[in-house]
């Protein structure tokens, strides 16, 4: 009788430290309060003479970005595969220029009950100040929308032979040119258009034009 008992003890220790790691870790408000402080943040910094992208007249008028409400449902793990050959794609900037980018990796996961694949880059000539990092710029069906009309950026650390990567939708971002046109940034390619809406991250500006 000792060996089951001690069996039903041990089982309880677990069960209550499997609670508390998932309390602890995996409680929703570890993860919605440093993602909210992040946008308050952000806005401070859109407030600032020296890195907000606003002409002086808008970042005097400017009070905050608008969000979608976070949803850890769209924080998604992603399957990784390297691509074969790791091609440099000359990607299409808003002034009709290029910038090289090397097309690193696809993203495979699971939406709405359907397969979806972004491609994740690596810019070609990053500076030796610049943290090495994946770039994923995507369109969905909320651009236009709710949305930028030309797609939202996530940025992802960069790990070497990353088997998965956490796509967090609910950090999803509008690049600079839409608070002011006067800056260039990529246009999403093709193969990172999405055939879905994705309610979760950064919304259009009231404040813009």
Known sequence: MKRPLRLVIFAGIALVLFYFVQETFFNEDNYIKPLQQERTDKDLTFRSRTN???????????????????????????????????????????????????????????????????????KANRTADEEEQLFVPFTDRTNGYDTYGGGRYLDIPFEEDAKTVVLDFNRAYSPFCAYNPDYVCPVPPKDNRLDIAIPAGEKTYEGAD
């Open 52 to 122: 907000s992208p606003f002409k002086d007249e808008d970042r005097r008028n400017f009070k905050n970005l608008v969000y979608y409400k976070p949803d850890p449902d769209y924080r998604i793990k992603a399957e990784v595969a390297q691509l074969p050959q790791q091609d440099t794609l000359l990607m299409p900037m808003t002034d009709g220029s290029n910038e090289a980018y090397v097309r690193y990796a696809t993203a495979s996961f699971e939406l709405e009950g359907q397969p979806q694949r972004l491609t994740l880059y690596k």
